[in-house]
């Protein structure tokens, strides 16, 4: 307990550089799985740019990609961190990584929730003579946004997951925190001070996006 | 100029599986839609009528033939041309397609931004359009919280947002009550009425081509099997399909069972009168019959009116002397049948494909 009072400013520490660290991963793996996501579902069979060989490029890549075990996939990727970052390890590296695993996940979550527009839609705005900018934008993405906010928000919570794992080859956050402090000093107390700072921060984010989805919704 | 010209027009599908023979949806139709008529396509789900009318807005490209909407030849064309051509034609669908991230006014601006008209033209457009069909009050209302009836009439304003000359409704009224089914069929037919545009209405409802089509065309297995003015087809439908479409909303010539029972409950001789504005009239055959002696009850049937012109098959049990009998049925002529006597062996005019 002592010791946990004297680490208290670094926990807030962590605290701080995780949301930081699942912030910009939100924001570059949210980018790029909701471009890869908007692909996926655009070449499908029967979409507005069908296209048989592309869909099938993109979603033999992402089911390579998305099953490997966040863990592995950081060391794996480390070489293409330190190419693209200069830097293997720290949070910069981290969030590379991160971002481009997350990509891969968001993608499937994007595919599923543009699924649930239904194809009426899409064809009465075709029929409306709209492009097709002006539907995925207009249309498709603001009819699919309620689901879409949950989707990020589900995410989100995989991320902090992620961060804390990221904790283990040197990125900072609560994961690394909880590592250091806690399970190597033998401080168990200290371990589930990060743990709850964990929860409050995923309860506080899960409730946002079921509020931000509600409004999206209108219900 | 006809407003729509279809000229052997196939469609087909890839096959699903390698190997298996392509899908025809559409197999080498021909017609021809008049400048300002409500037409009429109706058949089962499956026949291929949902299928020809995305191809004459081009939401599919149609696999060979010509279609010329106001003249011009439509198949071929790029999609930025195509975008042209769509936002020339109005389209309302059986689940109403609404956008339900907009709200009533966003559903009705969207075709008028698609087509890049200037912003300051949209309030004056949208409320006009509201208050046709008779929304004025629910612009800033979600598609959610307006009934099946009301979420067609925002349908129908936002297809007709930007001025098209043809309307394309699919299965319209599919999924209304009837109450509201004949509320929908008015508003279509006061587009056409007073602001003169063509309508092409598809549906496997006969009400529906009833009550609002000028002609019909009867489609089967993708193609067209019979058309002409609706109340001739109507009145003397000639292919299967058609009288069977016929049957589901006009009682004709009683059969099987339903004969078997009306021989069972009346006596005399059983025989089937057509009646036909411009053909036989009611007044005549009766006055006939009284003139032969013979005494008579209407047994089943019934008069329909179609856009004004009456007709029908009325069955009359006739009593009297049998000699009598013959003499009237002979003088009816074409017009009146005989209906047989033992367990019916006659052709069912209304089953078979």
Same mark, same amino acid.
């Not at chain 1, 910069?92 to 239904?118: G, M, Y």
């Not at chain 1, 283990?168 to 399970?183: D, K, S, T």
């Given at each position: ?44 069979? @029967? ?103 949950? @989707? ?22 609560? @994961? ?5 402090? @806690? ?37 | ?13 890839? !096959? ?23 037409? $009429?396509?109706?058949?089962?789900? &499956?026949?291929? =009528? ?46 109403? *397609? ?8 966003? *559903?009705?601006?969207? !075709? ?23 929304? &004025? ?13 009301? =979420? ?15 309307? +394309? ?8 009550? !009837? ?58 439908? =000639? ?12 009682? $004709?010539? !009683? ?12 006596? $005399?001789? #059983? ?7 411009? $053909? ?13 002696? #013979? ?18 098959? +009325? ?39």
């Amino acid at each position: 307990m002592d010791s946990l009072i004297e680490l208290q400013p670094m926990l807030w520490q962590a605290a701080v550089e995780t949301v930081y660290i699942v912030a910009l991963t939100l924001l570059f793996g949210g980018i790029g799985g909701l471009l890869l996501g908007l692909a996926l579902y655009l070449t499908r069979g @029967g979409a507005l740019f069908a296209n048989r060989v592309v869909y099938g490029v993109l979603n033999v890549v992402v089911n390579v990609f998305r099953p490997i075990p966040f863990i592995i996939f950081l060391a794996a990727a480390q070489p293409l961190a330190r190419f693209v970052i200069g830097s293997g390890s720290g949070n910069p590296a981290i969030i590379f990584t991160l971002s481009l695993a997350a990509s891969f996940a968001i993608s499937r979550i994007v595919e599923q929730n543009l699924l649930t527009v239904q194809p009426g839609v899409i064809e009465a705005a075709r029929a409306a003579g709209a492009g097709p900018a002006r539907i995925i934008g207009t249309v498709l993405l603001p009819e699919a946004l309620g689901p879409l906010v949950l @989707g990020y928000t589900f995410i989100f919570v995989a991320l902090v997951d992620m961060s804390a794992v990221a904790g283990y080859i040197g990125g900072g956050g609560l @994961g690394n925190f909880a590592l250091l402090y @806690g399970y190597r000093q033998f401080d168990p107390v200290v371990t589930w001070a990060a743990v709850l700072l964990i929860i409050v921060l995923v309860q506080l984010v899960q409730f946002l996006g079921n509020w931000l989805a509600r409004r999206a919704l209108r219900r | 100029m006809p407003a729509i010209t279809l000229t052997d027009v196939v469609k087909t599908y890839p !096959p699903r599986e390698k190997g298996a023979a392509p899908l025809t949806a559409v197999d080498g139709v021909s017609l021809e839609i008049a400048e300002g008529e409500i037409f $009429g396509i109706i058949g089962y789900s &499956g026949a291929g =009528k949902s299928t020809l009318v995305r191809l004459v807005n081009a939401l599919e490209p149609t696999t060979s033939g010509s279609i010329r909407v106001d003249g011009r030849e439509i198949t071929g064309l790029r999609e930025r041309e195509l975008r042209s051509v769509r936002a020339g034609i109005g389209m309302i669908f059986q689940q109403f *397609n609404l956008f339900s991230s907009k709200t009533v006014w966003g *559903n009705v601006e969207f !075709p008028l931004k698609a087509a890049g008209v200037p912003r300051d033209e949209h309030q004056r457009r949208i409320s006009d359009l509201l208050h046709f069909v008779g929304l &004025g009050d629910k612009a800033h209302a979600r598609p959610d919280q307006l009934s099946g009836g009301q =979420k067609q009439r925002v349908g129908i304003a936002r297809a007709l947002a930007t001025n098209p000359r043809i309307l +394309l409704a699919d299965e319209a009224t599919s999924a209304l009550d !009837p109450e509201t089914t004949s509320e929908v069929l008015a508003l279509l037919k006061r587009v056409n009425a007073e602001l003169g545009i063509t309508i092409v209405v598809i549906t496997h409802e006969m009400d529906v081509i009833k009550s609002i089509a000028d002609r019909v065309a009867v489609m089967d297995s993708g193609r067209v099997v019979e058309t002409g003015p609706t109340f001739e087809v109507f009145s003397d439908p =000639k292919q299967a399909s058609t009288k069977r479409f016929v049957s589901t909303v006009i009682a $004709g010539t !009683p059969h099987g069972d339903e004969l078997d029972a009306l021989r069972a409950r009346h006596p $005399g001789v #059983l025989v089937s009168v057509r009646i036909a504005e411009g $053909g036989v009239d009611q007044r005549d055959v009766f006055a006939l019959l009284a003139r032969h002696g #013979l005494s008579f009850e209407i047994v089943f049937g019934g008069v329909n009116d179609i856009q004004g012109r009456t007709f029908g098959t +009325l069955t009359l049990a006739v009593t009297g002397d049998d000699a009598a009998v013959r003499a009237a049925v002979a003088e009816l002529g074409d017009d009146a049948t005989e209906l047989p006597t033992s367990p019916t062996t006659s052709v069912r005019p209304t089953e078979g494909r």
